[in-house]
């Protein structure tokens, strides 16, 4: 489990964080720009794997920046 500050609940569904939030649209702008980078969309799921960790890190920082 992680002791990150996840931001809270971003809807009114305890189950999506604010950090989560940040991921899934942090994501749709990677997968976006590997789509133009690579000419179609990559399936293999250790690339997948890492869009997805890209995405949190990007949603931490995030986090991070509103705390300043």
Known sequence: MSTHNDGGPAFPLP????????AAKAMQSII??????YGGFMTEIENLEGIVEDAYKVAYAMLKAREA
Not at 15 to 22: A, E, G, I, K
Not at 32 to 37: D, M, T
Request: glycine letters at 0%; proline letters at 0%.
């Open 15 to 22: 189950d999506m964080t604010l950090c989560d939030y940040f």
């Open 32 to 37: 976006h720009s590997k789509q133009y980078q």
